[in-house]
């Protein structure tokens, strides 16, 4: 990597940091305390989940890109800690699909819950509707292009 993106990422790292220090991390710790019990896996399991019906191993395994084994792994904690629940598939009696249980329903919403003030927090900092809009596409820029070369590693 060039020596530039090396010091801008290193400022974008600690710019971030900074900015969860200023926003009182340790309470947002204690705000959303459930959620530092799962790993980034099982959170991006849980947000699937919440967000979408009818979701199959296959469509987790797209997204989070881990093993088979890996996954099956993520499930049955998540199972064992009641959080999710196998169900038999409508559309495939073969196979089954993924629910969220009460419990999982709980922390998908805590997430919710968590997202939504920390993308606030960032775009209130900002001085106008312009800047946040900037900030806006600038951002989706960066995931629209980190999904372009995902596609094209394929």
Known sequence: MEKNIDNQISELSNI???FLVFRKYLELEKRFS???KFSVNEISIINMLGHNDNVILKD????IKVPKSTLTGLIN???KNNLVKRVINDSDKRSYKLELTEKGIEISKEHDEFDKFVSSEM???LSDYEERQEFI???RKAVNNEKRNAKEEK
């Open 123 to 125: 775009l209130n900092s």
């Open 137 to 139: 596409k600038l951002f």
């Open 77 to 79: 904690k998540l199972e």
């Open 16 to 18: 971030f940091h900074e």
């Open 34 to 36: 459930n959620l530092n």
């Open 60 to 63: 987790i395994i797209d997204v």
